[in-house]
């Protein structure tokens, strides 16, 4: 009619039940719902300009023009709850801020150091919240129970020694970190980046910068926590650097959290992709060889452990404590059962270890003086090794030799046998990929454990690294040699 305003179609309704919406929800789960959600975003702003030329190139349509003219006396044009575009958003809804900058570009400044600030600290205290827990449970162990704010201390320090930070006691430095803690810091930061890479819109971009500046700005931000964490640790008893915390924090979160940012915006499979094949069966060989080896340690330690269950159960019983107590000491060996684990990898090399000054443990050789009342040193061998168990040695070129079979095996998969140049680089390279890996292993697992005779605690890296590439790389061509030579039979 005249006068009147033509009736608004209305959008149609969902008819299904709410059993119906409760289940969809209930069956998608949030992260991956984000996920679909940021790449739907993505992909609508990728593809905005090429869907806006046509439309500006062509001008308004006359049906168009005509339905904007048409507009009841006293109202814009663009008036409230118009849907029209504000100056500077196109295509932007209500409510939603638009993205910044060009699609595939990650957004930085405020919003990067936000996210980052927040990641890292959230972070770190999780790993707080663990280590004060075992603290509790030791100081239960020993019979104190100490005020919260010392409590709050020896639980900051441990936190630190778990990211390998050296402490000052009056024992003397104390630097043999708990790589279980360590492994769970290293994820959690990882995830920290994983987070940082979402809130910047840089999700499976493949931007290998995005990657590096969630690194950094990951590493930034646990820097900074280290660092207040030192300042607050400092004083009688405990004592530590506050720019080394910094500097060791900072390094460990750019190597976790430039993996997480890695591993989310896919700039590792996209490296991965434009590798040789050669050299990427290799790494993988030699990772997988390393692997194998640090495997067959922790298993011996477990063994040797389970061998000495009762000079071990005797150790703990000499502490005269509660089932609160006993916890403590037991989550405190698995705090160190990784390092264990890698010291038991070194003994199968050959190298061994030392637990002490002029110690050594090796097959061939046992000379170990006064230890700490500490249960896994109960897994310790009293003498070197008879003629059966120098099979021992066997295990890291076997170990080789099984890497460098999976060299051929997973090669088969492609169309044409995999050619024989190709085949021994990857067996060459798997060996000092492996030695490095056995390596840093050894590197980190090691540390002094006071002053005196108990400051060389640990394997040589070194040496194992040396040792372990020789012996993988040796097993891993005599593995593909051998496994090429049966498939083409």
Known sequence: MPGRDAPVPQPPRH????????????????????????????????AAPAQRRPEEAAGPAPGRAR??????????????????????????APGLAPASG??????????????????????????????????ALLQLAEGRTGSLGGLARLGAAGWLL???????????????????????????????????????????????????????????????TGALAATALDGPGVGVSAGRAALHLGAFGL??????????????DAAARR?????????????????????????????????????????????????AGQAGITLLCLAYAPNAAAWAAAYLVGPGFAVGLDTTVRTTEVSVGALPAVPLFAALPTGPLGGAGLALLAVPLAAGMVAGGLLVRGRSTRPGPPSWRGLLASAALAGPVAGLVLGL???????????????????????VGLVGAGVVAAGALVGAIATRVATRR
Do not use: K, M
């Open 67 to 92: 339905r904007a003219s048409a507009v009841a006396p006293g109202r814009d044009a663009a008036g409230p709850g118009r849907n029209a575009e504000a100056p500077g958003r196109v295509g932007a």
């Open 162 to 224: 778990g990211h390998g930070v050296p402490l000052r006691t009056g024992a003397g430095p104390l630097g043999l970190a708990p790589l279980a803690l360590s492994a769970f810091a290293a994820w959690r930061v990882a995830r920290a980046g994983v987070h940082v890479t979402r809130a910047i819109r840089a999700r499976r971009t493949g931007s290998a910068r995005g990657a590096l500046t969630v690194a950094v700005a990951v590493a930034s931000a646990y820097a900074l």
């Open 275 to 323: 590798t040789p094949a050669a050299a990427g069966a290799g790494v993988r060989a030699g990772v997988v060889a390393a692997l194998v080896v640090l495997g067959a340690g922790a298993a011996l330690a477990g063994l040797a452990l389970a061998i000495a269950g009762g000079d071990a159960a005797e150790t703990v019983a000499a502490y005269r404590t509660g089932v």
């Open 255 to 268: 190597v976790a959290g430039g993996a997480g940012g890695l591993t989310a915006t896919g700039a590792l």
């Open 102 to 135: 060009p699609p595939g570009r990650p957004r930085q400044g405020v919003h990067l150091a936000v996210a980052a600030t927040v990641a890292a600290g959230w972070a770190a205290a999780q790993g707080f919240l663990v280590v004060l827990v075992v603290v």
């Open 441 to 463: 292993a050894c590197a980190v697992s090691s540390g002094p454990l006071g002053g005196g005779r108990l400051a060389v605690v640990g394997p040589e890296p070194v040496q």
């Open 15 to 46: 008819t299904g039940g709410a059993g119906d919406a409760h289940g969809a929800r209930s069956a998608v789960d949030p992260e991956e719902l984000l996920a679909a959600r940021e790449d739907a975003h993505l992909a609508a702003r990728r």
